[in-house]
Nanobody, 123 residues
Framework: EVQLVESGGGLVQAGGSLRLSCAAS????????IGWFRQAPGKEREGVSY????????YYADSVKGRFTISSDNAKNTVFLQMNSLKPEDSAVYYC????????????????WGQGTQVTVSS
């Protein structure tokens, strides 16, 4: 059974940082990509970042480029999202999800996803 467990969310002031973690199990980690997406109340789901577990290539939404960094520890089947220079508009529930390809991340076609972790950035 595929399981994804996010952690690391919280309340932070604008300009602050948070580090999210996504612990994955139940599938061959190296064969898939892990992506983060977020959803705020009343807004559409937005893909934030993606990492290919096979070659480590990374991708970011324009809204977070230069501020967020995605990384993975394949030995621990864990993906991290380092979020710096946070803005109030980054407030959302952040989810990690398993994708079969980058193509499917762009289209938010995930195989499975976690329960989410709340990120709130105060102004």
């Amino acid at each position: 059974e595929v399981q994804l467990v996010e952690s690391g969310g919280g309340l932070v002031q604008a300009g602050g940082s948070l580090r999210l973690s996504c612990a994955a199990s139940g599938f061959t980690f190296d064969n898939y990509g892990i992506g983060w997406f977020r959803q705020a109340p009343g807004k559409e789901r937005e893909g934030v970042s993606y990492i290919s577990s096979s070659d480590g290539s990374t991708y970011y939404a324009d809204s977070v480029k230069g501020r967020f960094t995605i990384s993975s520890d394949n030995a621990k089947n864990t993906v991290f999202l380092q979020m710096n220079s946070l803005k109030p508009e980054d407030s959302a529930v952040y989810y990690c999800a398993v994708f079969s390809s980058l193509f499917n991340w762009y289209r938010m076609r995930y195989i499975s996803w976690g329960q989410g972790t709340q990120v709130t950035v105060s102004s």
